[in-house]
């Protein structure tokens, strides 16, 4: 099988299509012929050597897969030609990816490969920070950084199903027509506004919850945002910086801060993680709830993906087809 490999943490000329044996499934998995892979952040920061306790070279990148059941091992509950998405502890960036069952599921009815393999991750992760770890209620207040990236788009969406208002930065125009089409309230050009400048002037006590995937200063300044006995979910550093906090802050306003690790929290809770699963798809199935796909390169142009979202040019979902592939 074709697949692409990290062959050493740095830039994108470390992205390498390879030929490989396909991956045998073992007790409890199965394998997936993919037909879509989804590309996240993390995927990028990982190559660079910027995730903490990410993989270590060489290795095949990837976190979701679309696609259909190829084989299965012993304790499986699926047969092959089963058209499935599932969350993968790496290697999904390939023609054939092994899963554990437990992070499985059937392709949401009348879905493409690619609309599936853009769920998992993001929509997973916005419904987990917002209701699991946030418990955002209705007629709250959040504030959504990147509002129009991958998590943003189905954030704003989540939030707007559960009544909430809701702030969303992002750096252009045309990514803030974005998330306000989608929902969001107050779309804030971080570029040309101070978001607690906003969020002052449209509130009378701040934001009920921060999604804080930035860190950085931008952390430090959300608290800012934040009202007393406010929540903060941190889920990520796109800027390259853990968070900035000073804890007297959250002492004072009697503030908390959560952590969200969707690979750590799927190996060791993965029934808390995966129920939010029913719900989702079922808003998905009746367009409710809508997967933002933005484009789909061919595996061979994994490095053109990359670039694409590294130089933030992507809104939505960026997924990967893994045919015709070669450099």
Same mark, same amino acid.
């Given at each position: 099988?074709?697949?692409?490999? #990290?062959?050493? /943490? ?5 992205? @390498?299509?390879?030929? +490989? ?30 995730? /903490? ?28 030609? @089963?058209?499935?998405?599932?969350? #993968? ?109 906003? #969020? *002052?002037?449209?509130? *009378? ?61 799927? +190996?060791?809770?993965?029934? +808390?993680?995966? @129920? ?8 998905? @199935?009746?367009?409710?709830?809508? #997967? ?28 990967? +087809? ?6």
């Amino acid at each position: 099988m074709k697949c692409v490999r #990290v062959t050493g /943490h740095g830039g994108r000329e470390r992205l @390498e299509i390879e030929e +490989r044996e396909k991956p045998e499934p073992g007790q409890g998995e199965l394998r997936i012929e993919v037909r879509a892979a989804g590309i996240n952040f993390a995927d990028i920061m990982q190559r660079r050597g910027d995730y /903490h306790g990410g993989p270590t070279p060489p290795y095949t990148p990837g976190m979701e897969v679309a696609g259909v059941v190829d084989a299965v091992g012993e304790g499986v509950g699926r047969e092959p030609g @089963e058209e499935v998405v599932a969350m #993968v502890d790496g290697g999904g960036y390939a023609e054939y990816a092994l899963a554990d069952a437990t992070g499985v599921f059937d392709v949401p009815e009348g879905f493409s490969f690619e609309e599936a393999a853009g769920f998992p991750v993001q929509f997973l992760t916005a419904h987990n920070c917002l209701h699991g770890w946030g418990r955002l209620e209705e007629a709250e207040a959040v504030l959504i950084h990147a509002a129009a990236g991958g998590v943003g788009t189905a954030a704003v969406q989540l939030a707007r199903e559960a009544g909430a208002e809701i702030f969303g930065t992002a750096s252009t125009a045309e990514k803030l027509s974005k998330a306000e089409s989608l929902g969001c309230d107050h779309p804030i050009n971080y570029v040309e506004e101070d978001f607690v400048e906003v #969020v *002052d002037r449209e509130t *009378d006590h701040g934001v009920d919850l921060v999604l804080d995937s930035v860190g950085g200063e931008t952390t430090s300044r959300s608290l800012e945002a934040l009202r007393h006995f406010g929540r903060m979910v941190v889920f990520g550093a796109a800027s390259g910086e853990p968070g900035r906090l000073r804890t007297d802050n959250v002492l004072f306003a009697n503030q908390e801060i959560l952590g969200y690790h969707l690979g750590h929290a799927l +190996r060791l809770q993965p029934m +808390r993680v995966m @129920e939010a699963v029913p719900d989702l798809v079922q808003h998905l @199935e009746t367009g409710t709830l809508e #997967v933002q796909l933005d484009r789909t390169f061919t595996l061979d142009a994994v490095r053109d993906a990359h670039a694409y979202i590294e130089n933030r040019e992507s809104m939505g979902k960026v997924v990967l +087809r893994p045919t015709d592939a070669h450099l």
